[in-house]
């Protein structure tokens, strides 16, 4: 069974995001184990420089790149990465686990992530060109990660 780590900065603060991803872990595990791993996210101070942006996402970078397996097969997501459908991204997993036996995926905070978490990946994603809130992003990871792999098992989820 492979292993999925989604390796998120914040905490999840609303009950229903909460909710939502508690739902998704649990159909999710039938077909894979998976971790959720928060890192703390850094505050700015209002209107803050472009400078200051890139000490913070250096910081959770850092944070990030502690926790990414080195085995791993690494996949960042941010808006600059390739979009699939959701039966492209059920192949790309397929694809991954005849190669790795563990996914980390990565969520930036509200500022993004660092060049070097970018740099670190083996394939980045991007669920559109809109910009999500980090916190809604891990309801809709999970969510595609669970469709792909019920298209993978053939599973009636996916219609």
């Known amino acids: ?6 390796i998120a900065v914040g905490k999840l603060k609303e009950k ?4 939502a991803c508690s739902e998704y872990l649990k159909r999710l595990r039938a077909y894979a184990k998976v971790e959720i791993i928060e890192i703390n996210e ?3 101070k209002d209107n803050p420089s472009a400078s200051e942006i890139e000490i913070i996402k250096d910081k959770e970078g850092e944070m990030i ?4 397996s080195s085995s791993a097969f690494v996949i960042p997501m941010c808006i600059e ?3 699939l459908s959701s039966e492209e991204l059920s192949k790309r997993i397929e694809n991954i686990m005849l190669t790795s036996g563990e996914i980390d995926f990565i969520i930036g905070g509200s500022f993004g992530l660092s060049d070097k978490v970018k740099q670190r990946g083996n394939f980045r ?3 559109g060109k809109i910009t999500l809130p980090h916190q809604l992003m891990r309801v809709i ?3 595609q990660t669970y469709r792909a ?3 993978i098992n053939n599973s009636k989820y996916h219609k």
């Open 141 to 143: 990871l999970l969510e």
């Open 16 to 19: 229903y995001l909460a909710d």
């Open 1 to 6: 069974m492979i292993k999925i780590n989604i």
């Open 81 to 83: 990465g390739t979009q």
């Open 42 to 44: 850094y505050r700015a």
């Open 65 to 68: 790149l502690s926790k990414v």
């Open 149 to 151: 792999f019920s298209i």
């Open 125 to 127: 994603l991007s669920f």
